[in-house]
């Protein structure tokens, strides 16, 4: 069972690179962040390290992810990735170290996962956990090695609530992260539900939809180009939605609402 305590929001950084990223990500500290998502596919870790290593707040207080991609999922590749995702920020240790995509067809998402479990006996991360993976993935690496991820981050918002996999994650005492928690800023902005429910908390639509993934027990992980935005999105967590109002927004779950139909279980990231 995983010790390690997660804060109610993280900052994403895909997209964000060289100096934006580190400028960024010093100012998401600044505004209170405790938890910086990077991966080694997002080229950024370097920048991440470099604002963590900054001194805005003290090392030891915050939580830096990153991700192993799915090209390196063979065990001995897994842990060289590893430790070039340690050099590249700089720090002695990354605190939580994701399996980016299962990538199925492959079939080497076990043997990363064994080579996440040396990763942490040695040191190099604190805590493991596994992203997009399905219950069937999670299944199998339990089965296989005894040892149940710590994190699984997926995309969820109010078109995608994965209301099964969230139930599978807390059954399995794994804590859900949310990627792309806003949906990408697509119509999600305009819906009516939303734009009501913003108004009545004297709030924007992102600020409501942060407060759904809260109070689902979601630890969502906006990014934001802004500092301006940075806080407002941390402000969210001020916004406590009704039982009603968590109804409406339940209301617009789509079949499969995935903006760009990232299954993961056909998906096969290089």
């Known amino acids: 069972m995983s010790t390690l305590t997660l804060p109610a929001i993280g900052f994403g950084t895909g997209s964000l690179h060289g100096g934006e990223a580190a400028r960024l990500v010093e100012s998401a500290l600044h505004a209170g962040y405790r938890l910086i998502d990077s ?3 997002y080229e950024n870790e370097g920048a991440v390290g470099a604002a963590v290593r900054s001194g805005v707040v003290p090392r030891e207080d915050v939580i830096v992810t990153s991700k192993l991609p799915g ?3 063979a065990h001995d590749q897994a842990l060289a990735c590893i430790e070039e995702s ?3 920020t700089g720090l ?3 605190d939580l170290y994701l399996i980016h995509w299962p990538n199925p067809a492959r079939d080497q998402y076990v043997e990363a996962w064994q080579a996440l479990i040396e990763a942490r006996s040695r040191g190099l991360v604190r805590e493991i956990g596994v992203s997009n993976f399905l219950p069937e993935h999670i299944d199998r690496l339990v089965t296989e090695t005894g040892v149940t991820p710590a994190v699984n981050q997926i995309e969820l918002h109010p078109y995608f609530p994965q209301a099964e996999q969230r139930a599978y994650d807390t059954a399995h005492g794994i804590v859900t992260q949310a990627w792309s928690p806003l949906g990408r800023a697509n119509s999600l902005f305009t819906e009516p539900v939303l734009t009501e429910i913003a108004a009545a908390h004297g709030v924007g639509v ?7 993934h809260a109070r689902l027990g979601v ?6 180009s802004s500092p301006d935005r940075q806080r407002q999105n941390l402000a969210a967590l001020e916004v406590t939605l009704t039982d009603a109002e968590m109804d409406a927004v339940a209301t617009l779950a789509r079949p499969d609402g995935r903006n760009k139909g990232q299954d993961p279980a056909v998906v096969e990231q290089l």
């Not at 992102?206 to 759904?212: E, F, G, H, K, N």
């Not at 630890?219 to 934001?224: R, S």
């Open 206 to 212: 992102p600020a409501v939809i942060l407060a759904w």
């Open 219 to 224: 630890l969502p992980i906006p990014k934001a």
């Open 71 to 73: 090209r390196h999922h």
């Open 86 to 88: 340690v050099y590249r």
């Open 39 to 41: 991966a080694f596919n």
């Open 92 to 94: 002695d240790h990354l």
